[in-house]
């Protein structure tokens, strides 16, 4: 699965793409030079059940520790997610 960024550095998503439209993305706001709010995560129903939330949040951690941004999960699904694993806690605020 190809995970893509699109950012204009004070808003993007990752995203995966298909049949000329987003199927799947994680979208973050930049609060500052080094916060990150992921605001929300939207999976198209033709990809649900197939861990592509997940994959789009795997896609963004390397990026936010290589950047050394902090994470803000105000988006429920991925507040969830860092609830449940405490293995990607170091990347939030």
Same mark, same amino acid.
């Given at each position: 699965m190809d995970i893509k960024l699109?950012?204009?550095?004070? #808003?993007g998503a990752f995203f995966v793409e298909g049949e000329g439209k !987003? *199927? &799947?993305e994680m979208a973050f706001t930049m &609060?500052?030079?080094? #916060?990150?709010?992921?605001?929300?995560?939207d999976v198209d129903d033709s990809l !649900?059940?197939?861990?592509?939330?997940r994959k789009l *949040?795997? &896609?963004l951690l390397p990026y936010v520790r290589e950047h050394e941004i902090k994470v803000?999960? *105000?988006?429920p699904? &991925?507040?969830s997610v860092f609830e449940k694993d405490a293995s990607? !806690?170091?990347v939030l605020l």
């Open positions: 699109d950012t204009d550095g004070k #808003k !987003r *199927l &799947a &609060a500052g030079a080094h #916060k990150m709010i992921i605001d929300h995560t !649900r059940g197939q861990g592509v939330g *949040l795997d &896609a803000i999960p *105000l988006c699904y &991925a507040k990607i !806690r170091d």
